[in-house]
C-alpha cells in the first residue's frame, strides 16, 4: 500500500527541520563567538603579561644604569667587582681595564657650570660607549668624572687601540674649555692594566694598577694613556 504525504501534512516537518537548522547555525555561530572572545582575551592577556616583564626587565636595567650618563652605574661596578672575586665569571681568562679621568674637570664646571659640566659628561660616556663597542666593553661611571672600561677577554693591545680612538674622538669634538692648564679643549687621560691571572685573586690589584696607571698618564701632561708596562717597570724598578 503506497501512502501518499499532503503539502498540508507535509508543512510542520519542513517548519520543524528549518528550526532546527537556524538553532544548529545559532550555536555554531554562539561556539564560533565564544572561541573568538576566548582567543581575543587570551591574545591581550599575553600581551598583557609581555608588556609586564618588559617593564620589569627595564626596570632592572635602569637599576644599573647612571640616570645622567646612561652608562652602568656605581651600583653596578660594585656588583661586577663582587661576582668577579667570587669566582662567578669563568668564562673570563684574561680582562683589560681602562681607569679614565677627564682633564681638568673642576675647572671646566668652574668656568661653564654644572649643566654645561653635566652635558660634558654626557659627551665623553657616549664616546667612551661608542669606542667600547668593538671590543664588547662594559662603560661604567666610577666616581664624578672618572670612568672605568672593562674589556673581558681581551689584552692591552685592544686596551690601547680603545684609548687611542678615545682621545681621537674627543679631540676631533674640540669641546672649548678654556680654563684647562695644557689645552683649550676637553681631553682624557687614561690608564690601561690587563690580568692573566685568577681574577678572583687578582681583581682588586688589576683596579689598583690601572689607578696607578692613569697617574701616570695625568703626571705627563694629560691627554695620553699610560699601559700596564709603565707601571710595571716603576713597581720593579726597571
Known sequence: EIYTLSL?????????????????????????????????????QDKELAALSEQQEELKRDADIDPLTRVYNKKYYLSYL?????????????????????????????????????????TVAQT???CAVPYDGKVMRYGGEEFLVALENRGLTEGTAMANDVRKRLEMLHIPHSAARRRDYVTISIGIAEERRSLADGIDELIERSDEALYIAKRAGGNQAACDFTVKARRTGA
Not at 528549518?18 to 582567543?39: F, G
Not at 663582587?82 to 664646571?109: A, W
Open 8 to 44: 498540508h501534512d507535509a508543512l510542520p516537518i519542513l517548519v520543524d527541520e528549518d528550526a532546527a537548522m537556524d538553532a544548529i547555525r545559532v550555536e555554531n555561530m554562539a561556539a564560533r563567538y565564544e572561541r573568538l572572545v576566548k582567543a581575543f582575551f587570551q591574545s591581550f
Open 82 to 122: 663582587r661576582r668577579l672575586r667570587q669566582g662567578e665569571r669563568t668564562d673570563l681568562s684574561r680582562l683589560t681595564i681602562l681607569m679614565t679621568d677627564i682633564d681638568d674637570f673642576k675647572r671646566y664646571n668652574d668656568t661653564y657650570g654644572h649643566q654645561q659640566g653635566d652635558e660634558c659628561l654626557r
Open 128 to 130: 667612551l660607549a661608542d
